[in-house]
């Protein structure tokens, strides 16, 4: 079974640019996550999907940070403009979740982004 | 709010040892607590979930143990080896994952 996979891996860039982030989900799994990893840090949830609506995204920065997930599959996330604070790791993971009750969630291996 | 604390933030141990991280949250509501390693560069995988009804859950050389009343969970590492050297995370899920900050291991030969 493939993984959830994410692109790009790396990506530098400097300040007041933009940037987004793709993952691929686990095939079949209805709820995507996005989380923040800042260094030395553990990861924050940023957004959670269940299919294509939002759940939860009570820690998204909406100034800068904007998420979608189209057909409920594939999701994007963008950041306009990034900050130096935004340099992260930024996970993404999927989970099965077709009730209500939480389950085991697989993640990604992560886009680490630098702003300079 | 719930916050989850692990202890210690590093641990450096010669391999064979047995070990024991800790891992404290402020909330006892939750629906389950998982352990997650991560190596570096990569994403994070799930070791063990334990049910918030559960009191513990083994797998191989690894037992996660629960105590939700107190807030703590432990994670036994038994006969470690150099493989075993990443960061453990622990995370409670309240509806969402709520993580530690982790602990960094390094067995070394």
């Known amino acids: 079974e493939a993984g959830v996979a994410q692109s790009p891996r790396y990506k530098i860039i400097e300040k007041r640019q933009s940037v987004a982030f793709w993952c691929n989900p686990i095939s079949g799994h209805a709820t995507l996550y996005w989380y923040q990893q800042i260094l030395g840090q553990g990861p924050k949830l940023l957004i959670q999907?269940?299919?294509?609506?939002?759940?939860?995204d009570s820690q998204l920065p909406k100034d800068r940070f904007s998420a979608e997930r189209l057909k409920g599959v594939d999701s994007t996330l963008k950041i306009q403009p990034a900050k130096l604070e935004d340099s992260a790791v930024y996970l993404c993971?999927?989970?099965?979740?077709?009730?209500?009750?939480?389950?085991?969630?697989?993640f990604g291996p992560g886009t680490r982004l630098t702003v300079l | 709010k719930q916050e989850v604390t692990q202890i210690p933030a590093a641990l450096s141990v010669p391999e064979g040892e047995n070990l024991v991280l800790n891992c404290s949250f402020t909330d006892s509501a939750i629906y389950n607590l998982q352990w997650f390693r991560q190596d570096p560069g990569k994403g994070l995988t799930s070791l063990l979930l334990?049910?918030?009804?559960?009191r513990e859950q083994t797998s191989g050389r690894l037992n996660a143990s629960l105590d939700k009343s107190s807030g703590r969970s432990t994670l036994y590492i038994a006969a470690s080896q150099p493989g075993d050297s990443a960061t453990y995370l622990c995370a409670v899920n309240t509806d969402k994952l709520i993580f530690g900050t982790g602990t960094r291991l390094q067995v070394f030969p």
């Open positions: 334990i049910q918030s009804s559960q």
């Open positions: 999907f269940q299919n294509n609506g939002v759940v939860d």
């Open positions: 993971a999927s989970s099965l979740r077709r009730t209500g009750s939480p389950d085991t969630q697989y």
